[in-house]
C-alpha cells in the first residue's frame, strides 16, 4: 500500500516540505476561480487507479490570503476530500493547519451561529479517518468530529527561533487572561522558572473593540507576547505597547497564526515590537517558523 499527500493550493511550502520530511510522494492540485466566483479544482493526476485502495493524507491551510478568502480555502479542502473518497483511498487524514472559523467557536450575541462547529460537523460529514490542526483557538471543538482529532502544538518551534534570535532574562506576556494556561505552558521551553505574566482584555463583541489594561515588571526585560492568532494586530500592538510602558527592552510578538490582516503589521511595530513571528500555517513573510517537522513528527512516532 502506498501513501500520498495532496497538497493544497492554501498549503504549498509547508505540504512539500512535510512530504520530503515523511519521505512520501506528493500530488499538488489544478484550481482556479469561475469568472461567478465558484471555486474549481482537481487533483493533479491523469490516473485515479493510483488513490485506490491507498491511504492519503490532504494538507490545506483555512486562512485568508490576497489570492482566496477562507470560504474559497474550505471549499477546495471539502473538493478534495470528496474526489479521494471517490477515488477510492483507504485511509482520509486531514491536516488544516489553520481553522478557519475557530473563533465561532460559541454564541456570543443572541442570534449568531457557532460556525466553527458547523464547519467541522461538515468536514466529518465527508468521512475523513483522521483530522489534525495547530494550536486551535479552542480545542474542545474538535469533539464535533467522529474520527481521531489531534490539536498539534507549535510552541517548542516557536519557542526554539525566539532563543535563537538571542532574548534573554525572558518573560512571556499573555495577551490576556484566557491564555494564561497556554502561555506558561509555552514558558517551559524557555526554562524552568521563566515568569509568565497577563494583561486584562475586554473586548467589545458589538464593536470588536479591545481596551487591554496593566502594568507589570518589565524592566529591561526581553519580553515574549505569544497568542493563538494575530488576525488585525490589536491585541498584540495593546499588549506590546503596556509592556513598553511596563519597561520592557526588546519585544518579541509570536503566533502560530499570523494572518497579518489590514495593518497589522504596521500597528505591531510602531507599538515597539523588535520581531514578529509566525508559523507557516500561513504562507506569508512572517511565517519564520515551519511546522514541517513537528506535522511529521506527529505520523513517524503513531
Ligand atoms: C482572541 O481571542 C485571539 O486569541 C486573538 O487574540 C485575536 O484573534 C487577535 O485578533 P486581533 O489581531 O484582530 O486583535
Redesign the pocket.
Known sequence: MNKFLIIGPASQMLGVKVAKELGINSINTEFKTFPDGENYLRINLEDESLIQGNEVIIIQSTGPSASANQNARVVELAMMIDSVKRMGASKVTVIVPYLAYA?QDKIFRPGECPFAKVLLRMINSLGIDEFYTVDV?EPKILNELNCKTINIDSMKVLADHVKSLGAKDIVVVS??K??VERSKTFAKFFGQNVPVEFFEKKRDVKTGE?VMSGELGLKDKDVVIA??????????ANAIKLSKESGAKRIFAVATHALMLQH?KYRILTAGADYIIGTDSIDNEVALVSLAKTIADYFRFE
Open positions: 473563533r483557538h495577551p490576556d484566557g491564555a479591545i497568542d493563538d492568532i494575530i488576525s488585525t494586530g490589536g491585541t498584540m497589522a
